[in-house]
């Protein structure tokens, strides 16, 4: 299993850093957002069993993909319709139907799905375009990375109390430090004078990598609080030695979140 993981990883990191640094003339960045988020909503929905009703599962992988694709449009009653009509129209729709069983269980995961992944997703595109917006979306992507890696390392060699064992029994409290540190230490890229600096103080950068490490690690229990709950360990099986797409998403998407709304903040106030 390691080794299906650190061939993937090897595999697909290039692919990923491509795409955000050629990010133009073509939105290479947001096509492999949107690829992968449309994968990862649609394992969300069979864990979940929205599949069982097609035309919610069918809405809700087009409205991810809409959410995905809201940065790159600028009409300020955008990102209102989506969320309306995200509501309403299946609601609509599934009073029509004649089979009404389990309809509204369903509707509430298609709708969760969407904003879990959709939305989530959305931040990271929208990173992209701002000020600086590669080497932002690299700060979210390699903090994340580097806690993930060194989190599962020292977790596998050093880990003796569980970090929350009612929901991930692999956690520990070691990992989790260990995690920390190794965001804090591949931030100091992002304040020395390299191609990815960012207008960072060192200590900036540095508490903004521990962020970025315990948020992801936040959104890494929410999805393994999810699984745990619909009976699956793995969101799918694609990403071999990974899991699934949506399992591949669990703590990098809430890295990009925060780093998205810590660059709004500090350039407004």
Known sequence: MLKKRILTSLLGTPLIIAAIWFDRPAPWFTIVMAVWGVLAVYEFYKITNTTKILPLTIFGLVWTLL?????????????????????????????????????????????????????????????????????????????????DTIAYFVGRRFGKHKLAPSISPGKTWEGAIGGLIGAAAISILFFTPTPLQLPLASWQAILLGILVSVIGQIGDLAESLLKRNVGVKDSGTLVAGHGGFLDRIDSVVFAGVAVYYYVVFTTIY
């Open 67 to 147: 959410f995905i694709l809201s940065p790159h449009f600028h009409d300020p009653l955008y990102t209102p319709l989506l969320i309306t009509t995200a509501v309403v129209v299946p609601l609509i729709g599934l009073i029509l139907r004649r089979e009404k069983e389990g309809s509204f269980v369903s509707w509430v995961w298609m709708i969760a799905g969407i904003f879990y992944v959709g939305w989530m997703l959305s931040h990271f595109v929208a990173l992209r375009g701002v000020a600086d917006g590669r080497n932002w979306v690299f700060f979210a992507m390699f903090t994340t990375w580097a806690s």
